[in-house]
């Protein structure tokens, strides 16, 4: 029995999810990756390079270490791998990450503009401001080193500069949900813009009051794992 095999089905659910829903782009795309951490060991499973997400089956999602050994797939891991590894490494509170090119996120990925707090629920689940990571080249050591040094604010989605949207998570679930609420926000943000009319944010207590039910959850959940 494969000890990988409930999170790499899980993985292949995601992706063709999100794939049918446009996450990825298209229904033949291979564009973005998701992965999922083994809680406890310095293991990830991970989408394979290339692939078609509506053609994948489980036993094709890579199993690798920290150290990008293979444990398991025939396939070469994302070519992002290394992002996944270096985020898992400075944020132990996330075990999921899903990384999208979903079409409004995309919007501000090109005029490089975070977008600001601008529902309660939302800035509960995914923080105050979804950053813009700078832009570097797919795969390389500058996208880890600007992932990881953006991903250190503690908030749960990003913008990727020219390339897309991280949205991470405690769990796969969690993750996956973040990234659905990041495009509703960025869908209605970018309409609220392009009415031209002035755009109001939530208020300063609000976004405090949130700030610390998220630490209250936060703490509350890590207390329970003990």
């Not at 998701?34 to 390079?49: C, F």
């Not at 600007?146 to 913008?159: E, L, P, W």
């Not at 002035?198 to 998220?214: C, H, I, K, S, Y």
Request: aromatic share 8%; glycine share 6%; hydrophobic share 40%.
């Amino acid at each position: 029995m494969d000890p990988y095999f409930n999170d790499r089905k899980d993985v292949v659910d995601c992706c063709q999810w999100l794939c049918r829903q446009g996450y990825f782009g298209s229904l033949l795309s291979a564009g973005g990756n998701v992965s999922v951490r083994i809680p406890h060991k310095p293991v990830l499973v991970i989408t394979p390079s290339g692939m078609p997400y509506m053609e994948l089956a489980p036993e094709e999602i890579c199993v690798v270490d920290f150290d990008l050994n293979r444990i398991a797939g025939d396939l070469a891991p994302s070519i992002e791998t290394a992002m996944h590894i270096g985020i898992y490494q400075n944020r132990p509170d996330v075990g999921a990450v899903v990384h999208t090119h979903q079409a409004y996120a995309s919007v501000f990925a090109l005029i490089n503009q975070p977008i600001p707090a601008l529902f309660d629920e939302v800035v509960l689940s995914i923080g105050e401001t979804v950053e813009v990571v700078p832009y570097a080249l797919s795969g390389t050591p500058a996208l880890v080193e600007h992932v990881t040094q953006t991903v250190a604010n503690g908030c749960h989605c990003f913008i990727m500069q020219n390339h897309g949207a991280l949205n991470l998570g405690k769990t796969l679930a969690d993750a996956w949900q973040h990234a659905e609420l990041l495009e509703k926000t960025a869908q209605a943000y970018y309409r609220a813009l392009t009415t031209g009319k002035p755009l109001t944010t939530l208020p300063n207590e609000t976004v405090q009051r949130m700030r610390e039910l998220r630490k209250l959850t936060e703490s509350a959940v890590s207390k329970s794992e003990k």
